[in-house]
Every structure is written in C-alpha cells, then in structure tokens.
C-alpha cells in the first residue's frame, strides 16, 4: 500500500484557536487525461452537503476526462460517498459494496471507491482495512481536491489509496461543481461544526467550523445569478453560527443580507440551530422579499432534562420563545423540524414533552429519527434501556401528529396563489412540472416543457399530505 492517512477520532476533535487556511484548486495538467474513454458512477447518500461534494466530485472527475453513467453496471469507476449519521447508512452502504465486489469479480480493473463521511470513523476505515482491501481508493471529506492524485496513484499501483484526514481542515476555493439543476444550486458558506451536540458525529466526521470569507460566497452567488441560476440555498451544518470563527464582525444575519441584495430570485439557508439565531436573522428574513420564508429549526426533543443531556443549550421555553418570535415577524413562514425520540433515558414524560412542541409549533413537516448511538460520541457511552419496541412506538406516535398538522398545514393553500420554482418534471404526475412554493411546498403544476425553470403563480387545486397539485394563473 503506497498512499495511506486513516483517521483518527481524538484528532477529529480537537479544537485549536488556529485560523483555517484558504487554498485555490486547479487540476495539474498531468491528470488531464486520465479518465479519457472511461465512464463514472457515483452514489451519494446523506445531507445537502454530500449532495453537494458530490457535483464537486462529478466536476473533477469530468476535468479528468470521464464522463457520467447513471448505469452502475457500465461504470469502469464507481464511488460511494457515503453518510455516517445514523447507522442503518452503514449497512446501505456495505450492501451496495458486495454488489461492487460481485461486479468486480467479472469486470477486475473496475476502480471502486468509497468517500464521504463514513469513511472518516476509524471504525470504518478498520473494517476496509480489514474485509475491504480490495477496494482501490478511500478518501475523506477534507480530501476530495486530492482525487486527482489519489486515482492516478491507485492505478499506478493497483492497490488501496486511502487518504482521510482528522485535522480541522482548510478551505477549498475554487473547486469546481456539476450542478444537478440548472435552476437552484448549493453554496456552502461554511464546512465543519463546533457544537459537539452529544448524539452528533458531525463535528467529528466534518470537523472545526470553518466559515468560507463573504466576499467569496457573495461573488459565487453573483455568478450563478449571471448564469440563470433562479435559487441558491445557503449550507452549512449550523449557519446560524457563520462568521463565528472569522476575525471579522460580520455574521449570518450581514451574510444574509449582501446575498439578497445580489438580486438572485430566491435565497434560502439550511440548518438553522436555535442556540445562534439572532433577532436580526429574523429581521432580514422578514425585509427581504427574496429570503424565502421557510425556516427548517431542529427540536430533537421538548424535554429540558433531554435537551440538556443532548448539549443542545436551550429549553422549551426558549425554543418556543424563537418560534413564536418567528411567527411574529414572519407570519407566513413555514417552519419544520429534526427530532430524535428514544434518547438514552428518555422518559415517556419526556417524549410527552416533545409532543406538547410539536402540538404548539404545528410544524409544516418533520423529520423524525430514533437515537442511533454512533461510536465516539458522549450519549453512544450513556445508559439506554429503552426497549427498540418501545422507541418504535413512540416514533409511530409522533410520526401520526406530524403528518396530521403537516396536512393542516397544507390544507391553507387550497385556492391561495403562490409562487413556485418549476424545476422539473413531475415524478408523480404525468404530463405535469414540479417545483417548490417560497415555503418549501412541493407543487406539481400543468404547465408546458417551456416553463422549466420559471418561478409562475399557480393556484393551488387540490391539496395532499406531501405534495399539492396547481395550475398557472396567467
Ligand atoms: N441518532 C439519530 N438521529 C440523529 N441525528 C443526528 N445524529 C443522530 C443520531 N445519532 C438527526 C438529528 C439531526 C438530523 C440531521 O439527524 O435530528 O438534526
Ligand atoms: Fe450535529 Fe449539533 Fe452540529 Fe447539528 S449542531 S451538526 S446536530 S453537532
């Protein structure tokens, strides 16, 4: 094995008060050539950021000449990026592997490789370097500007290149994307996470929060308004906390604002964490017509006892507080949440107290999850004797008031006019585009092939849990 950096769980979470470096990407002319002829197949798991790492992925990999598959069985390399937040990924993930090994078997110079934020537990990269030696490239979420290298090494030598870095990492300018839409795009204004919420394996898999300086966000912004972009959607793991770690005096709330005032057609931003959201976040969100009003707040539990074994930093109380404020202010925001139920102790009075939120906030929709221990976080080590049975109740519970009050939500649409993003072509409906109202509906609409990529008012006709149908009111 020539190329090998595993990864190291005590490194990953180290902090230092050292400033992230910035770096510029190119790809060295001598890699130029060494996809050419051969065909790609890539499979992404996970957030919006791995979406994202993986048009960045498809990006380098088309300056090196391959070209995209969607057919995994033509591929002659296959990637896996991969997520590490709960554990039934890793299991999708070994599966899709074998499936690797048996095309391997017929088809040997496939290259096969794994990425993302799985590969940056060491019990994973244990497990490759123990079951999975035959795969051929293994890189971490601090190394995807080395793939270059890392292919041209793994074929040189034909064995493993493993490189996944637990340092806290810089920041990549420059890296080039494919972008799955040509409407709406990511724009990652920072990398990493500080808050160590005690369930999370994010500020270890993705490391320090690193805030990307505005000027560079901004002008990315400008660029894709200049190229017909429509929709951009601000990412980070905790954007609320952007400009945190910058020597600067300028935080999410300023960034929020030079993004509207680029002109681009609609702004959003995910994830919002309730402990940094600050008054003036809710004052530009209210100003700017184009700061679409959909707040995603992650909950994951209404119990204060809870909340405080999670790290979460804030109570009911002052959760509830944010919420009503963003009512306030923004009445026509749609707000939804994250929650975990089954957290080591939870208590049935404990789950009742996440209830009584949601029954409150009547969220729009939610995402909802039992506790998954992840190796290396403090709550994996804490006493859980809730029964799966018990904790699959309670999930079944919650899913029911969730999808009842995500309805209700709905149903205020029927007759209203709204806006929507159509951006593509319904995967329900025949004959009919989709796309997303300002608060995060999806919309099937009867509109013609020649409307893709418009923002139209549509009149809403017939109203489900999850998808609503329009037609456009000229
Ligand atoms: N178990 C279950 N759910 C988790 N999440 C994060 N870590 C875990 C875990 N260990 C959920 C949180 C978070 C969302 C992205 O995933 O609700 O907001
Ligand atoms: Fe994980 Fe908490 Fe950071 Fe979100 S804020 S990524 S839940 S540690």
Redesign the pocket.
């Known amino acids: 094995m020539i190329n090998m950096q595993t990864p190291n769980l005590m490194e990953a979470k180290k902090r230092t008060k050292i400033m992230p470096k910035t770096f510029s990407y190119v790809l060295d002319d001598k890699y130029k050539d060494l996809g050419q002829g051969k065909k790609y197949f890539i499979k992404t798991y996970g ?1 919006q950021m791995n979406e994202h790492d993986s048009e960045n992925i498809k990006a380098i990999l088309e300056e090196m000449s391959f070209v995209e598959t969607d057919k995994m069985e033509d591929a002659d390399l296959i990637l896996l990026n991969t997520c590490a ?2 554990e039934n990924a890793h299991n999708k993930v070994f599966g899709m592997v074998g499936r690797i090994k048996h095309l391997k078997e017929s088809k040997p110079n496939i290259i096969a490789g794994l990425c993302g934020c799985m590969v940056q537990e060491e019990s994973i990269t244990d497990e490759i370097l123990d079951k999975y030696k035959w795969l051929d490239i293994v890189f971490g979420t601090h190394n995807i500007s080395d793939l270059p290298k890392l292919l041209s090494s793994s074929i040189t030598n034909k064995s493993l290149s493993l490189e996944v870095y637990s340092i806290e990492g810089d920041i990549i300018e420059n890296i080039p994307a494919k972008r799955d839409s040509k409407y709406k795009a990511w724009v990652n204004i920072m990398y990493g996470c500080d808050k160590f ?1 005690t ?4 500020p270890y898999t993705r490391g320090k929060q690193r805030s990307r300086k505005p000027e560079d966000i901004i002008n990315e912004v400008k660029k894709l308004k200049h190229d017909g972009y429509k929709e951009v959607t601000l990412l980070g793991q905790n954007v609320n906390a952007y400009g945190k770690d910058l020597d600067i005096n300028y935080e999410m709330s300023d960034l929020l604002k030079d993004v509207a005032e680029t002109g681009i057609e609609r702004v959003r931003f995910i ?1 919002s964490h309730p402990w940094d959201f600050t008054d003036e976040m809710i004052e530009v969100i209210a100003e700017y017509d184009n700061v679409m009003p959909y707040i995603h707040l ?1 909950l ?1 539990s209404g119990s204060d006892r809870i909340l405080k074994l999670m790290g979460r930093r804030y109570t009911k109380d002052s959760y509830l507080n944010l919420y009503n404020k963003i009512k306030k202010m923004v009445p026509s925001a749609a707000i939804t949440t ?3 139920v089954g957290f080591p102790g939870e208590t049935e009075e404990d789950f009742n107290e996440t209830l009584d939120v949601v029954h409150k906030c009547k969220y729009d929709s939610a ?1 909802t ?6 190796i290396g ?1 403090p ?2 080590k804490m006493k859980d004797d809730i029964s799966l049975k018990e904790k699959e109740d309670r999930l079944h519970r919650l899913n029911e008031i969730i999808n009842e009050y995500a309805k209700e939500a709905n149903d205020k649409y029927l007759n209203q006019e709204v806006f929507v993003l159509l951006e593509k072509i319904s995967e329900k409906k025949e004959n009919m585009l989709a796309g997303y109202t300002d608060t995060m509906k999806l919309v099937n609409v009867k509109a013609p092939f020649s409307k893709l990529g418009q923002i139209v008012k549509v009149k809403i006709t017939s109203v489900k849990t999850w998808s609503m149908d329009g037609e456009i009111v000229e």
Request: one cysteine or more; aromatic letters at 16%; proline letters at 8%.
């Open positions: 957030c937040i709960r919420c369930y999370c394996i994010v994830t992650p994951q994250d929650i975990i995402f999850f039992i506790f998954s221990p992840r976080t709550a994996a």
